[in-house]
């Protein structure tokens, strides 16, 4: 008889590991507290979307449904940085069109993950929140919709329920996981930018022929100011939703001196005069959508032995600015699924084993998010950094198994998320040294740069089999 999993959460992470388990001949069960999307409607009918890079692509190609996404999915090259005086230029990520990430729609993908978990023979159940777990008795219990509960058997269950898991705080007051969540003390709002064609034809202006966009579609961007930032990823039907990220407390600006879209719209004036136009909902935008917090979450232990065990943010939330939070627990569902088949019935060892692997790669993106907060809001628009990443890609030029940037290790490889944060720390110290403080990269001499590299860190491995 096939082997019960009970999954909590059908979120991204939830959706995809169920349907690589039933793939690999699990029985699957999924608790999800929201009612069906593909019913219902997904975050009240809101644009909401995320940037995809490779390791989320990778895992959706395991599963067969990355060029479903990608018809669903909107091409970024780069950072188009939008600077105060109303400039603008792109910076790309990679170094061709093979390197890019793409703009999906949460609702659309968590409902395509939805279909396919349940074509490969998941049983969903929607309107049901796990509210408690008696691990002793291998039970969990369930609310409805209308707050009527039961128990059901659940020998082995896996939290994909997110940052404020239920599955967890059950398991922390069995036995203290080691939680520590760490407050980012900035917060953000959402707000959205029509398609071009319902904006008045002078805000649109040239916008590199996507008539049906109000800015260049296939960017993510920024406008960076210091200790803040806005940025906006496009949707595939022309809108794009813009993230305004603030300090939540404190002096001006911040979300508690904006507490309202007057406020708000003066300050917008002021500092991003150019978006404000784009944003003909402002009012109802900012007065309607709620202020989300942002934090990172550290465990000292995902599993309760062979009998529950967390992925996704529900082990690892991190804050957004490497877009990578999916991505990670996309990879999470990879190495989990094929943990679990190798050895489907021990359970402990998988989990531990599961952890062993991923917790170093989590903590190091966990990092990397905060590090890149620093750097869109701030550094993107900063002369040093702009020579260190030109030198860094003269030596990626010259020298390709030895320099890569961190961003691309971390968007477009497979290397573990801790070997791009170790060897990024390497490369930019060296880049440092060879910049003695320097603006310009020009000043710096290649070859003898070059010799460093060669002496200083050993060939990158493989970028898509690390
Ligand atoms: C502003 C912002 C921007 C982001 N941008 C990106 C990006 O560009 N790229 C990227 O890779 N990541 C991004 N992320 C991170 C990404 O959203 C998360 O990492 C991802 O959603 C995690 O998926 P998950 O399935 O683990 O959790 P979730 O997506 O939170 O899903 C959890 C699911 O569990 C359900 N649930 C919750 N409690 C219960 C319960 N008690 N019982 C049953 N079900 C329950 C929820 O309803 C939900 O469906 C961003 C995050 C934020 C906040």
Request: charged content about 20%; aromatic content about 8%.
């Amino acid at each position: 008889m096939a082997q019960q999993i009970t999954l909590i959460g059908g979120g991204l992470v939830g959706a995809l590991l169920a349907q690589q388990l039933a793939g690999r001949g699990f029985a699957v069960d999924v608790f999800e507290k929201r009612p069906d999307p593909r019913v219902a409607g997904f975050s009240g009918g809101r644009s909401i979307n995320l940037a995809l890079a490779e390791r989320g692509l990778h895992a959706l190609r395991q599963a067969g449904l990355a060029d479903d996404v990608l018809q669903r999915a909107v091409m970024m090259r780069g950072r188009m940085v939008h600077t105060r005086d109303g400039r603008s230029g792109l910076q790309r990520y990679g170094v061709d069109d093979s390197e890019v990430i793409w703009s999906v729609s949460r609702g659309a993908l968590n409902m395509l993950l939805l279909d396919a978990a349940e074509a490969a023979g998941v049983r969903f159940h929607f309107g049901q929140s796990l509210a408690g777990a008696d691990f002793d008795a291998h039970r969990i219990r369930l609310a409805d919709e209308q707050g009527v509960e039961r128990d059901i058997d659940a020998p082995v269950v896996i939290g994909a329920d997110g940052a404020g898991s239920a599955l967890r705080a059950a398991m922390n007051a069995y036995a203290p996981l080691g939680e520590r969540v760490e407050s980012l003390g900035h917060a953000y709002k959402e707000l959205e930018i029509p398609p071009g064609g319902t904006l008045p034809a002078a805000l649109v202006g040239d916008s590199g022929g996507h008539d049906q966009f109000a800015l260049e579609p296939h960017a993510l961007h920024i406008w960076p100011r210091g200790g803040y930032m806005c940025i906006a990823l496009p949707n595939t039907e022309g809108s794009f939703t813009v993230t305004l990220f603030l300090p939540a407390q404190g002096a001006h600006p911040s979300f508690a001196t904006l507490p309202d879209a007057t406020a708000a719209r003066a300050f917008f004036q002021h500092d991003f005069p150019d978006l404000l136009p784009l944003i003909p909902d402002f009012a109802a935008d900012y007065d309607g959508h709620p202020v989300g917090t942002l934090s990172t979450l550290y465990l000292q232990r995902w599993h309760l032995d062979g009998r529950a065990l967390l992925v996704g943010d529900a082990a690892h939330a991190i804050v957004p600015f490497h877009g990578q939070g999916m991505n990670c627990g996309f990879e999470d569902t990879v190495v989990l699924a094929s943990l679990l088949a190798e050895a489907p019935g021990d359970t402990a060892e998988v989990f531990a084993e599961f952890q062993r692997i991923r917790q170093p790669n989590a903590d190091a993106i966990a990092a990397m998010a905060l590090e890149n907060y620093v750097e869109m809001r701030d550094s993107v628009a900063d002369p040093h950094y702009l020579a260190k990443r030109e030198l860094g890609a003269l030596l990626a030029g010259r020298a390709p198994q030895h320099f890569m940037a961190r961003y691309r290790m971390v968007t477009f490889t497979h290397l573990p998320y801790a070997y791009a944060y170790e060897r990024g720390r390497a490369q930019d110290l060296l880049l440092e040294q060879l910049l003695r403080g320097s603006t310009q990269a020009a000043s710096v001499d290649l070859d003898a740069a070059v010799a460093a590299l060669h002496a200083t860190l050993p060939p990158l491995p493989d970028p898509l089999h690390g």
